[in-house]
């Protein structure tokens, strides 16, 4: 039953919801509109403005990449690897695989935040290979909800807990992305990799 509504949702958003880059460029355009409505300039000032802005933020860039870089080579420590490829064993029906995964991504979470979004794609991978039943983007899903648990409980210990969920949002995008990916294509083909 779960597999069948989550199978109808992911339709539903692949159907109707537009590519992420689309998004990104008509609110540009609005954000552009909206300058020119307020604070009647020229269009050329604006342009420069967004140019010079985009700049600002390669040093939040660099610190995401390293994070992930880092979250990847501790993943691929020989002994981390064959861990997981063993914890995965214990996944045998969809529903522990599926609480398994959230459970583990939750835990790797709380270490790092590069190593947590490693660690769930790695055990998705190999809880999907081991498990034929398993509904591979609810999967993905599992390996990647618990994000705004663990960063309610850093707000919540932080003395502004106001802080923008930039991290939050960015993984929703990019777990949206794997779903609409492997969503696409059919069952037989999501493990056809080699590794």
């Known amino acids: 039953m779960l597999a069948s509504i989550a199978d109808r949702l992911s339709r539903l958003v692949q ?5 992420a880059f689309v998004i990104a460029v008509l609110l540009t355009l609005l954000v552009f509109g909206i300058g020119i409505f307020l604070k ?6 604006l342009v420069k403005s967004f140019g010079d802005g985009f700049w600002v933020y390669l040093t939040f860039t660099m610190q995401m990449v390293l994070l992930l870089l880092t979250g990847m080579v501790l993943a691929s420590v020989p002994f981390v690897k064959k861990g997981l490829q063993q914890l995965a064993e214990w996944a045998d ?6 609480v398994y995964t959230f459970c583990l ?8 935040w590069g190593l947590a979004v490693v660690v769930g794609a790695i055990l998705v991978r190999e809880i999907g290979r081991r498990n034929p039943n398993v509904h591979f983007p609810l999967l993905v899903a599992a390996a990647y909800s618990p994000l705004p648990f663990i960063q309610q409980d850093y707000q919540a210990r932080s003395d502004s807990p106001s802080q923008p969920t930039i991290i939050s949002l960015s993984i929703s995008w990019a777990s949206s992305q794997l779903l609409k990916r ?13 590794s």
């Open 15 to 19: 159907r109707y919801l537009p590519d």
């Open 105 to 112: 991504s939750g835990a790797a979470y709380y270490i790092n």
């Open 40 to 45: 009647p300039a020229e269009p050329l000032s």
């Open 93 to 98: 029906t969809p529903t522990k695989a599926y």
């Open 182 to 194: 492997f969503s696409a294509l059919p069952p037989s083909s999501y493990f056809s990799f080699s």
